[in-house]
């Protein structure tokens, strides 16, 4: 049996999946002040000061530095990976489908990765969708740092004008010495980032870019790298409302409303 730990990111008291593969973590704990019975990303060597802007990478960045485990995750409270292929209306019929430790020894017998199946943007590219619902600057700053810190990566990056589908949510599980590296080159490139943009210019949703570029780079590290992964599906532990979801994002594209929250 590997040694695999998935940490669930969450900023507040909220249900947990049962099977020892979890860790859940709260996520931002020196700054939010929910009273939770989980483990904090405040403690040893952490960012959790940053949570308000780097979202559930401070949960990352803790589980980096401080789990020894051969293989390491990220899914959160409301997003879960599932091998099962049927559709669940209820949050305790969903939870009894998550992904177990069981399965995912049998995912990493031929492969280091496990990454959520692509989201696919059908009508725009995955910059024009960031342009359209986020500020872009940070985002095109970020073209800047890797071409003079990472000139490797930079035409994958590129690809952002072309690729409409990506694997996003900033969830996956790696073999530990492949996220050593991603993590490495991944927080060099936002701590830049930090120094070269004023996220005081942004409202409490927008200065949250981190988070969000962060989950753009995945794909740009694994390409450039040839890292071969497993793909498995999410599940959405609330229920989203796509209307609403639909109509912002048409907003955003042929209004210039920005999103102004998650969905």
Known sequence: MKDVKVIVATHKEYQMPTDKLYL?????????????????????????????YFCELTGLYWAWKNLKNDYIGLVHYR?????????????EEKFKHLLTLEEVNKLLEDTDVIVPKKRKYYIENLYDHYKHTMYIEPLDETRKIIKKKYPKYLDEFDKLHKRTSAHMFNMFIMKKDILNDYCTWLFDILFELEKKIDSSKYD????????????????VYLN?????????????????????????????????????KSF
């Open 204 to 219: 409490a949703f927008h200065a949250r870019f981190y988070g969000r570029i962060s989950e753009l780079l995945l794909d």
């Open 24 to 52: 859940p973590l709260h996520v931002g704990a020196d700054s939010n002040k929910n009273k939770t019975s989980f483990k904090k990303d405040n403690t040893k060597d952490n960012i959790s000061k940053k949570n308000p």
């Open 79 to 91: 997003r879960h990976f599932s091998l099962d292929k049927k559709k669940y209306k209820t949050e």
């Open 224 to 260: 450039t790298n040839g890292i071969n992964y497993k793909e498995v599906k999410v599940i959405d532990m609330q229920r989203i409302n796509w209307w609403k979801k639909g109509t912002s994002f048409l907003k955003a594209k042929f209004l210039g409303k920005k999103y102004d």
